[in-house]
């Protein structure tokens, strides 16, 4: 069982910045692929970033350029910063563990993240 524990979300103006933590419960990323999502109110979950062991990322076309995953192995964290929020970006962020063989994901309680004047 991989536990995953999500935190830095808040109130942020609009055009300003934001970066999210994802703490796993063990050493985990060797086999996990990482990965952040959303869900605004009445829209459906949207992943829009993942990071694999190794290193390589991909991103939803939406968040391209703003959005940049990272993790640090040594800490068993996941990180994201982002830049540039708007108002439509209000939403709960999630993390997410996808096992890179058997696809066994498991996902965080995820942390809000409002953008607002």
């Known amino acids: 069982q991989v536990q995953l524990v999500e935190s830095g979300g808040g109130l942020v103006q609009p055009g300003g910045s934001l970066r999210l933590s994802c703490a796993a419960s063990g050493s985990i990323f060797s086999i996990y692929n990482m990965g952040w999502a959303r869900q605004a109110p009445g829209k459906q979950r949207e992943l829009v970033a993942v990071i694999t062991s190794g290193s390589s990322t991909n991103y939803a076309d939406s968040v391209k350029g703003r959005f940049t995953i990272s993790a640090d192995n040594a800490k068993n964290t996941v990180y994201r910063q982002i830049n540039s929020l708007k108002p439509e970006e209000t939403a709960v962020y999630y993390c997410?563990?996808?096992?890179?063989?058997?696809?066994?994901?498991?996902w965080g309680q995820g942390t809000q993240v409002t953008v607002s004047s």
């Open positions: 997410n563990a996808q096992h890179q063989r058997v696809g066994t994901t498991y």
